[in-house]
């Protein structure tokens, strides 16, 4: 009998890792573009051309 309930509590482990492993791989990854253009004249958020980083150290937090 504790075979039994050794097994079953097996399978519902493993199951359990299963699925919270494809839960969390399903998950999106999260990226960014940032815009960086030497030539302007003051640096801005980065976010799109007109407000483009002067640097690349400076837009990823170096």
């Avoid at 399978?11 to 302007?40: E, H, Q």
């Amino acid at each position: 009998m504790k075979v039994q309930g050794f097994l079953i509590n097996y399978r519902i482990g493993r199951l359990s890792f299963t699925l919270f492993s494809f839960l969390l791989l399903s998950f999106p990854l999260i990226a960014a573009d940032w815009y960086v253009d030497k030539a302007v004249s003051s640096s801005g958020n980065g976010q799109s051309w007109a407000t483009a980083r002067k640097n690349f150290p400076i837009s990823i937090g170096v």
